[in-house]
């Protein structure tokens, strides 16, 4: 081997190109086989019995399954050892278990090395010689380190009890939507901006006249858009598109496109750099639903590019009654109105988050969406899929077998849902009749709706970011009016908590000054970015209370706080707000201010600080991850990453006591509010208010209401006593099965 890492980079992106998991393996074995010039190459996989079982190979004959069972022969003890065993003479090494149907008894030598994805052994490489010959030590660190790349690859493969299925092929993504649904394939197949190479213009001025066009028939188009969906969908549907049509609108992004047009770039190139330009802005944002904002940008950068093209690619269009399963790249409002809503069963997209606007479009229908799962390779218009939205995955051509099992798991979901559905004008509130209050997190208009439709209470969270984010300058304070006033009155009567700007670290704006951190979780952000810029954080709280108007029921949250010095300059700047107003001829109500409790800093300064603030909110996720030094983001501790560790349980029975001690208010906002777990845990503490993502309320109203207090306290009081996260949750879950409340490690209800 002349080029370790020229045929390591040429078998790794070789692979990426087949078609199939089923091409992808075959091809890699047969490289190996093919660089290190051995007999055999062969890989294992762990299946559902924990056995290995043959997944592909070079070599040994394939016509009948080969499984080792668990703990045996050198593969097993591969495996164990989680260390490359090289040997000669496998047949008599002590550990050798023998296949009669794999005529191994003809290889003298043996080099077997672990597939390892996130600390866990998924199966084993192995390669074989005729010749009684160690392997070489290069040979060795190619196989080892080729098997680093593997491992990610086989991952992605499910646990079969043999060789790979032309049969139920899964693909993993991100939960877009939940539910369950089975269908016909209708793919999308659009233009990509991203796609079209940069270029200089010819005409500058020319330039600037069509871009101005453009953005105008754009606008038009997605107006009718707006209008379709109003009238096929209904309002609250037809709200979830405004967001493009805002972003089109943005001052800043047209100004953006103008300036780069303005530097002798040709029009596409322009708006694919405006485009760029915001959605890294985006990307590089550790808050999900801020970082799901990237999709919407590039969704406007394609429907740019698409209506430029002066066509839409023509679909093939599958029969009347046919239940559809649309899936693309990227899946647009138009795709979805195009097809009469009772066709419609589920959306797939190779790209996307769980919290782009296409996941809430699909959670507002009703109908399950996977996001994220990369292309599908040989996908076909008209091919059977089976879209599972509760644990992110899609099955092709399913058997029958595993085809019956989820239309009775369909067909139960659909009778779940319409119950659920009953409960949205009903409160959330125990067997016992002790109310909790509801209330959706929110960022946007489009978000709005979706909240109320589910029956919030209110709005535990409104991000204020957004709008800051998406533009060349600051926000005015009558801009920032205009935002909140829409929040307000869509909520008109009900209690509105409205986040101060969360910015800096790794939500920098593009148009401030950016400080290089090496550890921006826990650098400049939050109130200590916002106090270090004054006359921001003044123009957002006048924007508040003006917008406002006088009402009660508005609500000040201050995030990232973390000493009294923070805490006092930030009340005194709302009292000046206030005064400034007053003194202006406006009569304003001042709003109640409390504080996010994220910073673990924060819990025992609470009891000093009883008489300053009028609430708390627990930010449950920032305060967990905090606690457990994880980055819940980060795809290497992720798991690690859990709100009931008993750490962060027990620094939430602490705050809910200073809490009751001191008669504070309290809520809690985060992922905590959508875990079915959790949330009995939250009731049994004694919170009585928490925040959650819209599509979440039926679920857990439902549970709050089929529990008691006492049933809550009882689990509670035994999870206190257990010392890892996995036995709460298995406790947990034991809890509401003995209530009849069938939850699986997805936090969707089973109704088996």
């Known amino acids: 081997m002349n080029n370790f890492m020229f045929e390591l980079t040429r078998i790794t992106h070789k692979a990426s190109l087949a078609k199939s998991p089923n091409e992808q393996v075959q091809l890699v074995v047969s490289a190996i086989k093919e660089v290190i010039n051995v007999d055999v190459c062969t890989i294992y996989r762990r299946n559902s019995n924990n056995d290995m079982a043959l997944l592909a190979t070079h070599g040994l004959p394939s016509r009948h ?170 309002g609250s549907l037809a709200s979830i598109a405004d967001i493009y049509q805002v972003l089109l609108a943005d001052r800043t992004f047209g100004d953006k496109v103008e300036s780069y047009l303005g530097n002798g770039l040709s029009l596409l190139t322009a708006i694919k750099h405006t485009v760029r330009y915001f959605s890294d802005i985006f990307q590089s944002m550790n808050d999900p639903y801020l970082r ?122 659909l009778h779940i849902d319409q119950k659920l559905q009953q409960l949205i004008d009903k409160p959330a509130m125990t067997t016992d009749g002790v109310r909790i209050e509801l209330f959706a997190n929110s960022g946007l208009q489009a978000d709005i709706m979706p909240g109320l439709r589910h029956g919030a209470d209110g709005i535990g969270l409104f991000r204020t970011e957004i709008p800051f984010m998406v533009r060349d300058n600051l926000p005015s304070e009558e801009d920032q009016i205009q935002v909140y006033q829409q929040v307000i009155k869509a909520y008109d009567g009900k209690p509105v908590y409205i986040r101060t700007l969360d910015v800096g670290g790794d939500k920098p704006l593009p148009y401030l000054p950016v400080i290089e951190e090496e550890n921006p979780a826990l650098g400049w952000r939050g109130v200590r970015f916002t106090l270090a810029n004054l006359q921001l954080m003044m123009t957002q709280l006048r924007a508040i209370i003006r917008a406002a108007e006088g009402q009660k029921n508005i609500h000040i949250l201050l995030p990232m706080l973390s000493s009294t010095a923070e805490l006092d300059k930030c009340i005194e700047l709302v009292d000046m707000a206030c005064m400034q107003l007053s003194e202006e001829g406006v009569a304003p109500e001042r709003p109640k201010i409390g504080i996010m409790v994220e910073v673990p800093a924060v819990i025992p300064l609470l009891q000093f600080w009883h008489k300053k603030i009028d609430f708390i909110s627990i930010g449950s996720n920032d305060l967990s991850q905090y606690l457990l030094a994880t980055d819940r983001n980060n795809p290497f501790v992720g798991k690690l990453f859990d709100s009931l560790h008993p750490a962060v349980i027990h620094e939430l029975q602490r705050i809910v006591q200073i809490a009751e001690t001191y008669t504070i208010p309290l809520s809690l906002c985060g992922e905590m509010g959508s875990d079915p777990v959790a949330v009995m845990l939250l009731i049994g503490l004694g919170v009585r208010r928490v925040s959650l993502s819209s599509s979440k309320l039926p679920l857990i109203k439902w549970i709050i209401r089929s529990l008691s207090t006492a049933d809550a306290q009882e689990f509670t009081r035994q999870a206190l006593l257990l010392d890892n996260a996995a036995a709460i949750r298995q406790l947990g879950y034991a809890t509401l099965a003995n209530l009849g409340i069938n939850i699986d490690n997805n936090n969707s209800i089973n109704p088996l």
């Open 292 to 413: 799901a904002r990237r999709d919407d940008m590039l969704y406007l950068g394609d429907k740019l590019y698409q209506v430029w093209l002066g066509k839409n690619v023509s679909q093939p269009k599958l029969g009347r009654g046919t239940p559809i399963v649309l899936i693309g790249n990227q899946i647009s409002v138009s795709d979805i109105i195009s097809l009469p809503a009772d066709q419609l069963v589920a959306i797939v997209c190779f790209s996307g988050a769980a919290l782009s606007h296409i996941s809430v479009f699909a959670n507002a229908l009703g109908i399950p969406a996977v996001m994220g799962t990369g292309e599908l390779k040989g996908l076909k218009s008209g091919e059977q899929v089976i879209v599972d939205g509760n644990i992110g995955q899609i099955i092709r051509n399913p058997s029958k077998p595993v085809l019956k099992e989820y239309k009775i798991l369909a067909g139960s979901q």
């Open 65 to 234: 399954p080969i499984i080792i069972p668990q703990h045996l022969g050198l593969v097993g003890l591969v495996a164990e050892s989680r260390h490359t065993l090289n040997i000669t003479e496998p047949a008599e090494h002590p550990d050798y278990y023998f296949i009669r149907q794999s005529d191994e008894q003809a290889f003298h030598s043996f080099c077997g090395t672990p597939l390892v994805d996130r600390g866990e052994v998924i199966g084993v490489l192995v390669v074989q010689s005729r010749k009684s010959e160690l392997l070489g030590q290069e040979q060795e660190a190619f196989v080892s380190t080729l098997a680093s790349h593997l491992a990610l690859l086989v991952s992605a493969i499910p646990q079969e009890k043999g060789v790979l299925s032309k049969h139920n092929l899964r693909s993993k993504g991100l939960s877009g939507a939940s539910g369950t649904a089975i269908g016909k394939v209708q793919l999308v197949k659009s233009e990509c901006l991203m796609d079209f190479p940069d270029s200089n213009a010819l005409e500058p001025t020319h330039e600037l006249a069509q871009w101005r066009e453009l953005k105008t028939a754009v606008a038009a188009e997605m107006h009718r858009e707006r209008d379709a969906v109003e009238k096929n969908l209904g």
